[in-house]
């Protein structure tokens, strides 16, 4: 058999080996968690708060940490996406091309991905302390916005890359400034590029544990304010599954489902939106 076809064969044989491991562990973990998730879910665990005893398996639910979670990853998305976004548009639109700013900003992008979540999380903390600050709803949203901030710059930046240079030299001579391009141009080509980007750091942030355990705290209570604490499900599901109970640790798998659903919510609107604006895209 030819030399070059054996290796194919074997660089085949890898690809599908690392294709099964990953849908085999993906359908393990969703196996896991609604296999012990669902004997535990009812309607209180996402109408009710926690009530007294409820870490002893007692009554009530995690409608405070569904709820803070969403302020907490929404809030983040949200300051994140006013911070990356003018970035990523001046590197791509107004920035000399591979300038040296240009090149250490997406160094720093690249080095910042790959910071661990605890240490924002502790940084995070440092800075509320020098503040005075409490852990609190909005502490929770500065660490997770920094979190996220790399994740989605980065990914924005590919997406906008990919855009032909030829849709801006078009764009400048039919007398465009470089901000109409930006924002009429490029924004709305890459759109679907971005809102993908959003949704995977809205899926990071609210999933997160490290960056908010110091920062935004935990509270058996609906945050009403950005200076009170906030509780999240997966500090909720970490400190169900350091009970003692059965029936807490349960609790946890379905508070893990939730979560999980949420996800898989917020990724079908993702798609319905990225189709819709595909067709502005020019191909």
Same mark, same amino acid.
């Given at each position: 058999?030819?030399?070059?076809?054996?290796?194919?064969?074997?660089?085949?044989?890898?690809?599908?080996?690392?294709?099964?491991?990953?849908?085999?562990?993906?359908?393990?973990?969703?196996?896991?968690?609604?296999?012990?998730?669902?004997?535990?879910?009812?309607?209180?665990?996402?109408?009710?708060?926690?009530?007294?005893?409820?870490?002893?398996?007692?009554?009530?639910?995690?409608?405070?940490?569904?709820?803070?979670?969403?302020?907490l990853?929404?809030?983040?998305t949200?300051?994140?996406?006013?911070?990356?976004?003018?970035?990523?548009?001046?590197?791509?639109?107004?920035?000399?091309?591979?300038?040296?700013?240009?090149?250490?900003?997406?160094f720093?992008?690249?080095?910042?991905?790959?910071?661990?979540?605890?240490?924002?999380?502790?940084?995070?903390?440092?800075?509320?302390?020098?503040?005075?600050?409490? @852990?609190?709803?909005?502490?929770? $949203?500065?660490? *997770?916005?920094? /979190? &996220?901030?790399? =994740?989605? #710059? +980065?990914?924005?930046?590919?997406?906008?890359?990919?855009?032909?240079e030829?849709?801006?030299?078009?764009?400048?001579?039919?007398?465009?400034?470089?901000?109409?391009?930006?924002l009429?141009?490029?924004?709305?080509?890459?759109?679907?590029?971005?809102?993908?980007?959003?949704?995977?750091?809205?899926?990071?942030?609210?999933?997160?544990?490290?960056?908010v355990?110091?920062?935004?705290?935990?509270?058996?209570?609906?945050?009403y304010?950005?200076?009170?604490?906030?509780?999240?499900?997966?500090?909720?599901i970490?400190?169900?599954?350091?009970?003692?109970?059965?029936e807490?640790?349960?609790r @946890?798998?379905?508070?893990?489902? $939730?979560?999980? *659903?949420?996800? /898989? &919510?917020?990724? =079908?609107? #993702? +798609?319905?939106?990225?189709?819709?604006?595909?067709?502005?895209?020019?191909?």
């Amino acid at each position: 058999m030819d030399r070059r076809k054996i290796e194919e064969n074997i660089f085949k044989s890898l690809m599908l080996a690392s294709t099964f491991i990953i849908l085999s562990s993906l359908v393990i973990i969703l196996i896991t968690v609604i296999v012990n998730g669902l004997p535990a879910m009812n309607l209180a665990m996402i109408t009710q708060t926690p009530k007294g005893g409820y870490y002893l398996g007692k009554e009530g639910g995690i409608l405070n940490a569904i709820i803070g979670s969403l302020y907490l990853a929404g809030g983040a998305t949200f300051l994140a996406i006013l911070i990356s976004l003018p970035v990523v548009l001046y590197l791509n639109v107004y920035a000399k091309k591979g300038s040296r700013l240009v090149i250490f900003t997406r160094f720093s992008f690249d080095v910042l991905w790959g910071v661990p979540s605890i240490v924002y999380g502790a940084f995070g903390f440092t800075i509320m302390l020098f503040l005075g600050v409490r @852990a609190s709803l909005l502490g929770g $949203i500065i660490a *997770v916005s920094l /979190l &996220i901030l790399p =994740i989605m #710059s +980065r990914a924005m930046d590919e997406v906008i890359r990919m855009i032909p240079e030829e849709l801006l030299d078009a764009s400048y001579a039919l007398g465009a400034t470089r901000f109409e391009t930006a924002l009429k141009v490029v924004t709305r080509q890459a759109m679907p590029g971005i809102l993908t980007a959003v949704l995977i750091a809205f899926g990071r942030g609210i999933g997160d544990a490290a960056s908010v355990i110091f920062t935004a705290g935990f509270s058996d209570y609906i945050p009403y304010s950005l200076l009170r604490p906030a509780a999240t499900l997966p500090l909720a599901i970490f400190f169900q599954l350091g009970t003692p109970f059965p029936e807490v640790q349960n609790r @946890a798998y379905a508070s893990a489902f $939730i979560l999980t *659903v949420i996800i /898989l &919510i917020i990724s =079908i609107v #993702s +798609r319905i939106l990225t189709r819709r604006f595909t067709k502005h895209i020019v191909k």
